[in-house]
């Protein structure tokens, strides 16, 4: 299947200061992508869908001046956490669109573990 | 009501059990199912989709019950390494607003 990277897979930061992830897809260009959020025990929540060369879409409740998205190319999309606080210690994940045979199929990176300190 | 919702579990069974999983949905317009896989602290992989004529995949079964918006997932012959959280994902809307709705998970311990 297709192959979606993260990077980095794990990170710790101070409180107040800001982390990039990024997101490629390796094999296959994808126009969307996605940005999920995961905390211990919940359910991925998305975050943002990302279309290659046009601003995100944030879901209701994700404030789009904290977590900046950037989707410059068809094979990399960013997430920037601006001004991280504790509360912001998550399992973030990715995931590419890619088109396959008229059907859509999502693929997952391995997903960005941040701590904040 | 939650859009997706399962049995959290735990479900504890021995190796080379059957177990089953159910997951409701709400909303009746829903157009795919699927089951994912998660391993704890990795990346949800695809297990399975789920099709209006039930499909099975070796020791997998799915089975889709839109009356009752309902999907469930049969595992048979349980290894060891089927421990995991199953998440049932749901996709409410066709066209570009192609959204996953993700559940709980349910997660599942094979013991020796």
């Known amino acids: 299947g297709a192959v979606v990277s993260q990077h980095p897979s794990w990170v710790i930061c101070k409180s107040g200061t800001s982390v990039k992830i990024e997101c490629r897809s390796l094999d296959f260009q994808a126009t969307t992508m996605f940005w999920y959020r995961q905390f211990p025990k919940q359910s991925l929540m998305l975050m943002a869908t990302?279309?290659?060369?046009?601003?995100?879409?944030?879901e209701q409740g994700v404030e789009k001046d904290k977590f900046l998205i950037n989707h410059a190319s068809l094979t990399l999309s960013t997430l920037t956490v601006t001004s991280a606080h504790p509360e912001d210690s998550s399992f973030y994940i990715c995931?590419?669109?890619?088109?396959?045979?008229?059907?859509?199929?999502?693929?997952f990176g391995p997903g960005t573990r941040l701590t904040v300190t | 009501r939650k859009e997706v919702e399962q049995d959290p579990g735990p479900f504890n069974v021995p190796e080379g059990a059957t177990v089953a999983f159910n997951c409701t949905y709400s909303n009746s317009a829903s157009q795919s199912f699927f089951w994912y896989r998660q391993d704890c602290r990795k990346e949800p992989k695809l297990l399975m989709s789920v099709y209006s004529s039930g499909n099975e995949d070796g020791r997998f079964t799915a089975q889709l019950n839109r009356a009752s918006q309902y999907i469930s997932l049969l595992i048979r012959d349980s290894k060891l390494s089927d421990s995991a959280t199953y998440l049932c994902?749901?996709?409410?809307?066709?066209?570009?607003?192609?959204?996953?709705?993700w559940g709980l998970g349910t997660s599942l311990a094979v013991n020796p």
């Open positions: 994902v749901v996709r409410p809307y066709a066209g570009n607003n192609r959204k996953l709705i």
């Open positions: 995931s590419a669109r890619a088109v396959a045979g008229g059907t859509y199929e999502q693929y």
């Open positions: 990302s279309n290659e060369g046009s601003k995100a879409t944030y």
